[in-house]
């Protein structure tokens, strides 16, 4: 079985500061791992990929794979980053099925 | 370029009354799709997927069901509907079985009353 963990509902910063949100997974196989992000009155869309190594809107993520961790991160974080996150995980066996986190609200205050 | 689209955007049904929700895809082929429901401050919940036309697994046992007459099209159905039906549903499309990510729908509130 896979499952995500997003232990933080909510999540505030000032801007400027760095900001980290939390996801820890759990699956057998070998994981892909992604990052969606919600902006007020958007849809839900794709922030990165762990598997593309990217950097997008200032955002990295790194797998560890030790810790079964993805956390996101950002090293100064701006208003518009205020919006809901969601870490995703599926596995390419069972036809690209993804498990999705609750998801963490983030609040960037000026 | 791929586009995606979903209606009705919001919904409100009586209780007892059919469901069907449309989604189809432009710009690929055979692709893998997806119903999801979101509830409020939680996660996304897979309902249905489909990876070809005819083909359906259902990931919880329920009220609604899918169906993928064409290989664009995936449309979400119930014969009666329940005041537990209310939420967020939301279509998806992935390539590559999902190593890409997905790709979201607008959405569709529905409300049962």
């Known amino acids: 079985a896979q499952r995500v963990t997003q232990p933080e509902k909510l999540l505030s910063v000032f801007k400027g500061a760095p900001v980290e949100l939390k996801c820890n997974y759990s699956?057998?196989?070998?994981?892909?791992l992604f990052w969606y992000v919600q902006y007020s009155r958007q849809r839900l869309q794709l922030l990165l990929r762990h598997i593309s190594r990217e950097s997008i809107k200032g955002f990295t993520a790194d797998l560890n794979k030790g810790e079964t961790s993805f956390h996101l991160k950002k090293p100064f974080a701006q208003e518009e980053d205020s919006a809901m996150y969601y870490c995703a995980l599926s596995g390419i066996t069972n036809a690209g099925k993804s498990t999705f986190g609750d998801g963490t609200t983030l609040t960037v205050k000026p | 370029s791929q586009t995606i689209h979903q209606w009705p955007a919001t919904l409100v049904q009586p209780v007892g009354s059919p469901l069907s929700l449309e989604c189809t895809v432009e710009?690929?082929?055979?692709?893998?799709l997806y119903w999801y429901r979101q509830a409020a401050g939680r996660g996304l919940q897979l309902l249905f997927y489909s990876v070809g036309i005819g083909q359906i697994s259902s990931e919880v046992p329920q009220n609604l069901s899918a169906s993928r007459p064409q290989d664009r099209q995936f449309i979400l159905s119930s014969k009666k509907l329940l005041l537990s039906d209310s939420g967020f549903y939301l279509c998806?499309?992935?390539?590559?079985?999902?190593?890409?990510?997905?790709?979201f729908g607008s959405g569709t509130r529905l409300t049962v009353v």
């Open positions: 710009g690929t082929s055979n692709p893998n």
């Open positions: 998806a499309w992935s390539a590559n079985w999902g190593r890409d990510g997905y790709t």
């Open positions: 699956y057998s196989g070998s994981p892909e």
